[in-house]
């Protein structure tokens, strides 16, 4: 079945504790992306990668790493997570255009206390 | 980058055709526009696109007008399940997407 996987799902963690939040996709898609979701607001871009080895910053990348060595890969890094990380958080694929829909994961709901 | 900006909410009588609005007046030609919904807090499933003639797939319609600042999605025959948040987005060619803050469309019995 094609579709984009997050691991974890859910995550409670403390302020200043390393964490990953993986992204995987199986349809062969060039095209990555995070985002982020907060309580009645839209989705906001993180980071994005137009393919293996090239990544660039979205509307809101401060406190967030990411990097893309494989194609079907792209981890989520959060060095020192704070409390206003506290989201949701969604990523997506597609070919590379942006006439080609973004396939979205289910989302992973992360907690910094 | 190009902004979108949605009504809140919106409601729909079941069967009807719900109309949903945007506008994107800082869109630029080489900048799509796309409508998600999303139910609950799953990922937003995709509707339809266009860049800049109307467009229709067997779920809905896309209206844009002719200066592209605004855009329109039909639902044809409106359902209880089309109760969702439905988002404009406008993406380029670089890879950056901009969502709106979605309209809340209730379709009531």
């Known amino acids: 079945e094609a579709q984009v996987t997050q691991n974890p799902r859910y995550l409670i963690t403390v302020t200043g504790k390393k964490l990953t939040v993986t992204c995987s996709q199986n349809?062969?898609?060039?095209?990555m992306s995070w985002y982020r979701q907060d309580p009645g607001l839209g989705l906001r871009q993180i980071y994005y990668s137009m393919n293996v080895e090239v990544t660039d910053k979205g509307d809101v990348p401060e406190g967030y790493k990411v990097s893309r060595k494989e194609k079907r890969n792209f981890p989520l890094i959060l060095e020192s997570p704070s409390p206003n990380q506290t989201s949701l958080y969604f990523c997506a694929s597609s070919f590379t255009g942006p006439y080609n829909e973004q396939f979205f994961g289910p989302g992973t709901r992360l907690t910094v206390l | 980058d190009a902004k979108t900006t949605q009504p809140t909410s919106m409601d729909c009588a079941e069967g009807r055709a719900a109309n949903l609005p945007c506008n994107h007046s800082t869109i630029s030609g080489n900048e799509y526009v796309y409508w998600y919904r999303q139910i609950h807090s799953q990922g937003p499933q995709y509707i339809i696109h266009g860049l800049k003639n109307n467009e229709t797939n067997e779920m809905a319609s896309l209206i844009i007008t002719e200066d592209r600042k605004s855009s329109t999605l039909i639902l044809p025959h409106a359902t209880l399940r089309d109760t969702a948040v439905y988002y404009c987005?406008?993406?380029?060619?670089?890879?950056?997407?901009?969502f709106g803050d979605g309209t809340t469309l209730t379709v009531k019995p």
């Open positions: 349809m062969n898609h060039e095209y």
């Open positions: 987005i406008v993406r380029d060619y670089a890879g950056k997407s901009t």
